[in-house]
């Protein structure tokens, strides 16, 4: 079916047969006109790889000269290359274009004259695009598609319009409703997209921050575990082979020897000092969540106890080869009890030492009975213990020293302070409790007490 053209409204002069039919052809391009360079400048900083671009400048030039050469296009094409009133008016219409971005809506009025006079299209549907997609305000936007539709329907000169001519008036006001809601949603559309892509690349920039954040988090964790597992292994290790070297040196005969075992003791010393300050920039920052694998448990500790070197009572009721405890809870009694021989080598050389690991129930038993050879205070100290053991439910973990024998000889090993600390952070990401402190006696007790089921698992 053919559309036949809508009826001419009144020719310009010098212009013979030209109607607004002859012009609305280029409409529908009207809007891809400008757009589609502001669509290229929006998303040209989006490269695609594999696909080449042309280099921003040549986009921003061409985003505002090309709409301009097709404006000028339109106005010779409507009116001619004979100068006069109507194809003065589109060329300035045309011309106005240039300043679109700076002045959108004093543009926009200027190129109005030429699609009343000079019936050209391209000029003030560019100009209202524009300022669709730089001045979104609503009321300007209404009052810039009223503008253009009256433009549009009203003839030139006035004293042409027809108003008996119904079907004509109706479809040139369609057609006026078409050509200045159009480039509004073009211009809004685009400038959406716009901020649409600026919002995902934020959500971008956030997306990575985050992962950088969570990176350095897990960097500060597995630091933390590191200098934990460092001071509890590394410390104790190097700590027993001063303490025999320090045995050495004093019991060999030969002067090699006791100069090779001097020299140990040196180095094992020194050891330790650089482990100290080292344990302490590796636990600046970060938590423990994971673990490092293979493990010791509870039955490891006679073992380790054995190669101690120490002067020291186990006591057990068979929790350490009881199963059933988890492994979080085993692997921090292990280290506790590590620890606190550590410290007893270096601050309590020659004391006699008590390990006591039992279940809950038996250490409250005990602590009921109480020793004979303790004080009151003691077992009233004992007592309290057992009674926060048995609210656990779970293990209690012990350790206590007498004082130093005067006689034995201090190994002089460096103490960075955070032995305690760590395993006071052990037991509390267990749901444990910890404590530390002289006893009457002139000793020192660790007493740790973890709960049946642990807070946290597979930690510590």
Not at 135 to 163: K, M, N, Q, T, Y
Not at 386 to 394: D, F, I, R, V
Request: glycine share 8%.
């Amino acid at each position: 079916m053919t559309v036949s053209p809508l009826p001419p409204r009144s020719s310009p002069p010098g212009t013979p047969g030209a109607s607004p039919a002859s012009s609305a052809a280029p409409a529908p391009a009207a809007p891809s006109a400008s757009p589609t360079p502001s669509l290229s400048s929006v998303s040209s900083s989006q490269s695609v790889p594999g696909r080449w671009r042309p280099p921003r400048r040549v986009m921003r030039w061409g985003s505002l000269i090309i709409p301009v050469l097709l404006a000028v296009a339109d106005a010779l094409l409507v009116n001619g290359v004979t100068f006069g009133l109507e194809l003065n008016v589109s060329l300035a219409a045309a011309a106005a274009l240039l300043v679109r971005r700076r002045l959108p809506a004093l543009v926009f009025l200027i190129t109005l004259p030429g699609i009343l006079i000079g019936y050209v299209w391209f000029a003030p549907m560019i100009a209202l695009y524009t300022v669709a997609r730089l001045r979104p305000d609503r009321r300007l936007l209404g009052i810039s598609a009223l503008l253009l539709a009256a433009a549009h329907f009203i003839p030139w000169p006035v004293s042409d319009f027809e108003p008996t001519a119904y079907r004509q008036n109706t479809l040139t006001l369609i057609d006026a409703c078409v050509t200045s809601v159009g480039p509004i949603a073009l211009g809004l559309l685009v400038r959406t997209r716009g901020e649409l892509a600026a919002r995902i690349e934020d959500l971008t920039r956030s997306r990575r921050h985050a992962d950088e954040l969570i990176a350095e988090q897990v960097l500060s964790t597995e630091r933390a575990r590191l200098a934990r597992e460092m001071h509890d292994v590394v410390a104790h290790q190097v700590s027993l082979i001063s303490l025999q070297a320090g045995a050495v040196q004093i019991s060999a005969e030969d002067a090699k020897a006791r100069e090779g075992a001097r020299t140990i003791r040196e180095l094992s010393v020194r050891t330790l000092d650089e482990l100290r300050h080292m344990v302490g920039i590796l636990r600046a920052a970060g938590g423990d969540h994971e673990e490092l694998t293979p493990q010791p448990r509870l039955a490891d500790l006679p073992r380790m106890i054995e190669l101690s070197a120490l002067n020291v009572s186990f006591e057990t009721d068979g929790a350490t080869r009881r199963p059933g405890h988890p492994e979080a809870v085993e692997r921090a009694a292990f280290r506790i009890v590590q620890e606190a021989l550590t410290n007893v080598r270096k601050h309590a050389p020659g004391a006699r030492v008590t390990v006591r690991v039992n279940e809950a129930e038996a250490a409250r038993q005990e602590a009921a009975k109480g020793p004979a050879q303790e004080a009151e205070d003691a077992a009233q100290e004992a007592q309290e213990a057992a009674e926060k053991a048995e609210e656990t439910g779970g293990l209690r973990v012990e350790v206590r020293n007498g004082p130093p024998d005067a006689s034995a000889v201090a190994p002089g090993l460096p103490g960075g302070g955070h032995g305690l600390v760590g395993l006071r952070e052990r037991a509390q990401l267990l749901g444990g409790t910890l404590e530390a402190g002289p006893t009457e006696e002139g000793g020192f007790v660790v007493r740790a007490d973890f709960p049946k089921t642990p807070r946290v698992t597979g930690t510590a």
